[in-house]
């Protein structure tokens, strides 16, 4: 008797992507530009994913819901120091940002709509 092993499904990703919200994001303004420690920025702006404690663990990318716009040296800084210190260092409250950007993208609202209309 010969053993077969069946084929593997193709496994299904539980985190959300939307690549048009995170271009949306890289149009929309800086979140540090204007302050008054470090302001200035350097380079083009970028989707940074932001964890928020529990969203998600090492080595493993958050919802793309969480993201903040950040030029290049400030994305880089706030992997070098970490979030929690960056968002003290900037005197950024994150959650109430992150919860903005999710309100004023149309590419996630009508990502949403579709995820709601397929369940």
């Known amino acids: 008797m010969m053993l077969r092993k069946q084929p593997k499904k193709p496994r299904r990703s539980a985190r959300l992507r939307c690549p048009a919200h995170l271009a949306w994001v890289r149009r929309t303004y800086l979140c540090v530009a204007g302050n008054k420690v470090n302001w200035w920025c350097e380079g083009q702006i970028q989707a940074a994913h932001w964890r928020l404690g529990a969203h998600a663990g090492t ?11 950040l030029c290049e040296r ?19 409250d994150i959650p109430s940002i992150l919860a903005e950007l999710q309100r004023l993208s149309e590419p996630l609202r009508r990502l949403r709509m579709k995820m709601r209309k397929t369940a």
């Open 59 to 69: 080595g493993q990318k958050p919802n793309d819901d969480r993201v903040l716009p």
């Open 74 to 92: 400030h994305h880089a800084e706030a992997h070098r120091i970490g979030e929690d210190t960056f968002a003290k260092r900037y005197n950024l």
